[in-house]
């Protein structure tokens, strides 16, 4: 997607002269024009004058028509002597400044007369007496029983006496305690029997049992004959799978015992004498070529550090080679 420029001025109108020429740029030209004709016309040398008067034209002619990055060499200019004169650091000073809870100052107190003025309630008049909606026949019977209830006698005072108790009779009877006994004199000159301590024997623990110490007894074995001895064959080496394409190496490393050998490299060298496959047998003691070999004749040899083995003689003829076994010679 093509990206269109953004347009500059968009919020100022420019009053275009002759063409595509603004007023400011004519206005620039003539001047570089003006400033070039003075230097030419003036006394200096013409060595002097010619490249001067050249420099104002040219400079006219820039500020009108080669705009820099989209802005006018003239905005250029006047950027320059802002950067110029423009301050560029920045030092703050530290002020003093009281808080203004503190800077309160209380408003002055003034003598202030209170004017008060009694406003008088106008009168409330007080509602009538309601009137009585009774007859006259019930008037008189409400005089009757009152007359009634004002006739009774009033209740005689009742007095509360109080019981008087008597004072019980206490019989009081003296205890007459016995006399004191005498003290005898007792013959300290006659001996008191003295019993003496009875003193229990002393307990004399058992001997102890001594237990005989064990007795070894050493039994010599006997000879086991050599008709009941059972040896184990050695298992049989399983070979791995036959391969499913033609000229491919299959097999497997063994030692003199017929014990698999791990880590063991196999090489397939070609009648050059260069090798064509370089392979290391896994914990099986198992290689394999992953890609089939040309049809010719090769030398099989295998290289470990605890074994030796003979080059084998191996014949490729597009056919499919049943897995072989490398055993050791030393």
Do not use: C
């Not at 990206?3 to 020429?21: A, C, E, I, K, S």
């Not at 001895?229 to 063994?254: D, E, F, Y």
């Not at 030796?308 to 049943?322: A, G, H, K, R």
């Amino acid at each position: 997607m093509q990206q269109h420029p953004v347009p500059q001025n968009v919020t100022q109108y420019q009053f275009r002269l002759v063409g595509d020429m603004t007023l400011k740029q004519f206005l620039e030209l003539a001047g570089g024009m003006l400033l070039a004709y003075l230097i030419y016309a003036s006394n200096l040398f013409i060595v002097f004058k010619l490249p001067l008067a050249l420099l104002g034209l040219f400079l006219g002619i820039a500020l009108a028509f080669f705009p820099i990055e989209d802005r006018p060499l003239d905005v250029w200019f006047i950027n320059f002597v802002k950067s110029i004169y423009a301050p560029t650091r920045f030092i703050w000073k530290k002020t003093e400044r009281i808080p203004s809870l503190f800077l309160f100052s209380p408003h002055p107190i003034t003598n202030t007369v209170t004017a008060v003025k009694t406003i008088k309630a106008p009168p409330i008049a007080l509602p009538a007496a309601p009137a009585s909606d009774l007859s006259d026949l019930e008037t008189s019977h409400l005089t009757t029983l009152n007359s009634l209830f004002s006739a009774l006698p009033a209740p005689a005072p009742t007095s509360h006496t109080t019981p008087i108790f008597e004072k019980p009779s206490v019989t009081v009877r003296k205890l007459t305690l016995p006399s004191p006994a005498v003290a005898t004199d007792v013959d300290v000159a006659s001996p008191v029997p003295v019993v003496a301590p009875i003193v229990s024997p002393p307990i004399i623990p058992p001997p102890p049992v001594v237990t005989p110490p064990p007795t070894t007894i050493f039994v010599r074995p006997t000879p086991t004959p050599a008709a009941n001895l059972v040896t184990t064959p050695p298992k049989p080496i399983s070979l791995p799978l036959s391969p499913q394409r033609p000229n491919l190496v299959v097999g497997v490393t063994t030692d003199p015992a017929g014990k698999l050998v791990e880590g063991a490299i196999v090489q397939i060298v070609d009648a050059t004498g260069l090798p064509a496959r370089a392979m290391k047998t896994n914990a099986l003691g198992q290689f394999a070529t992953a890609t089939p070999l040309s049809p010719g004749t090769y030398t099989v040899e295998v290289d470990s550090g605890s074994h030796t083995f003979s080059p084998q003689q191996l014949v490729i003829s597009d056919q499919i080679i049943p897995p072989f076994e490398l055993r050791a010679t030393a």
